[in-house]
């Protein structure tokens, strides 16, 4: 916990730590947790992420637990079905069913906030042509992502988000 704000700090330690005690487990020195960050690979493609996590899972030997937050979710669900894998956590995360788009997962439920909150960005494709990818509204990261950290922490989460797809 931050002493100044009172609120957990954001850092691979403090993840690490999180799940040791969910599990309420010492790991030895040949039990590893690693953090991978998404690649978001695939313009709009679940499929391709989840391909280069399956790729990230063919270089782990032994069980696996998958956790992922906001679209990962998706990508998790795609690549559980992976024989190792024993189980997947969810946190703030779409939880689309095997074969659901994250389209779809997000309007199945009344009242979300998402399309309402993301700016369509359009980019050039390295062959020329245009894509598009989805960031969150400058003013509705800390109320859509943030909601409990200081604001300075939402302005920088802000200045560093990551595709939404």
């Known amino acids: 916990m931050s002493q100044k704000s009172g609120t957990p700090k954001m850092s691979s330690e403090r993840i690490v730590k999180d799940i040791r005690r969910a599990t309420r487990k010492q790991y030895s020195a040949e039990e590893k947790i690693r953090i991978v960050l998404d690649g978001l690979r695939g313009e709009h493609s679940v499929a391709v992420d989840a391909a280069y996590l399956r790729s990230l899972l063919d270089k782990i030997d032994g069980p696996v637990i998958l956790a992922a937050h906001s679209y990962g979710g998706a990508v998790i669900t795609q690549a559980g079905d992976d024989p190792k894998v024993k189980g997947l956590v969810y946190a703030a995360s779409i939880m ?70």
């Open 96 to 165: 689309p069913a095997v074969g659901e788009s994250s389209t779809n997962s997000v309007v199945r439920f009344p009242g979300s906030t998402f399309f309402t909150s993301v700016e369509e960005i359009t980019h050039t494709l390295p062959d020329g042509t245009s894509g598009t990818y989805l960031l969150y509204q400058s003013d509705k990261v800390h109320s859509e992502t943030a909601a409990d950290v200081p604001a300075d922490v939402a302005a920088l989460m802000n200045a560093t988000q990551r595709p939404c797809t």
